[in-house]
């Protein structure tokens, strides 16, 4: 028989007591079931595991998402953000079979927009993608509808505006690199390495800088993230913007 106290509680508690686990396996079937149902019909569009819900829902607490939530405004592509932000954890921690469910389910509801999010997640960048959203926001006192628009036009030329440097790579390779992307104009792109590659992306950057060729070529550039994670690597990030048709175009 299931407690008729349960039949009144929202998400939060619900949560609360399947991770307790004082009922009666059938009392914790319904709460599962029920989670999922929350879930489907009023969030995410498809059913997470209860321990994937408890883990969206901690998220949403989060200093990342609030600056999300306060740059962009209250949209559905929060829903698939908080799972990109979840997609970090999981990727850290090799959980290859909830990596390929989470896919599976936001390709279908989020077709190949949600993916590139959940990669931006899965690869470490989506956090440092939101810091740039909300300074940008609050430098320029931008309101949450073109923050939207702008966000948008990031994911879909995401493959176009993004250089991940690794150690393979070379030095030189990057600069070259750099330098090809400040040829093409871009009004924005982004610079990511890890570890020992962010040594060579901090070399290849400060050699185009001392010699003229980032302010030459009409473009600043900003360490917008450097993070170490569990293994002690350090995470850089870095935004180049072309100063003279960046402020109020789109990408």
């Not at 319904?30 to 829902?57: C, H, M, N, V």
């Not at 997640?121 to 909300?134: A, D, E, Q």
């Amino acid at each position: 028989m299931i407690p008729p106290e349960l039949f009144g509680m929202g998400l939060p508690e619900l949560l609360s007591v399947y991770y307790a686990g004082k009922v009666s396996k059938d009392s914790l079937d319904w709460i599962s079931d029920k989670i999922k149902e929350i879930l489907a019909q009023k969030r995410y569009g498809f059913t997470p595991e209860p321990q994937i819900a408890a883990e969206l829902q901690q998220i949403t607490k989060s200093d990342a998402y609030r600056r999300t939530k306060e740059c962009i405004g209250n949209t559905p592509l929060l829903n698939v953000i908080r799972l990109g932000l979840r997609m970090e954890k999981l990727t850290e921690e090799g959980k290859i079979e909830a990596i390929g469910k989470i896919k599976n389910d936001v390709i279908k509801k989020y077709g190949p927009e949600g993916i590139t999010i959940l990669n931006m997640g899965g690869t470490g960048v989506l956090i440092p993608i939101i810091l740039h959203l909300s300074d940008m926001k609050i430098e320029n006192d931008y309101d949450q509808n073109y923050m939207l628009d702008y966000f948008n036009n990031v994911i879909a030329s995401w493959s176009d505006i993004t250089i991940f440097h690794q150690t393979e790579h070379g030095q030189e390779a990057l600069t070259t690199k750099i330098k090809q992307y400040m040829n093409s104009h871009f009004e924005i792109f982004f610079v990511f390495s890890i570890g020992t590659a962010g040594g060579q992306a901090i070399k290849s950057i400060a050699t185009i800088r001392n010699d003229g060729t980032i302010k030459y070529k009409g473009y600043t550039f900003t360490l917008i993230s450097k993070t170490t994670d569990q293994n002690g690597r350090d995470h850089f990030a870095w935004l180049f913007r072309n100063r003279y048709n960046f402020e109020k175009t789109y990408l």
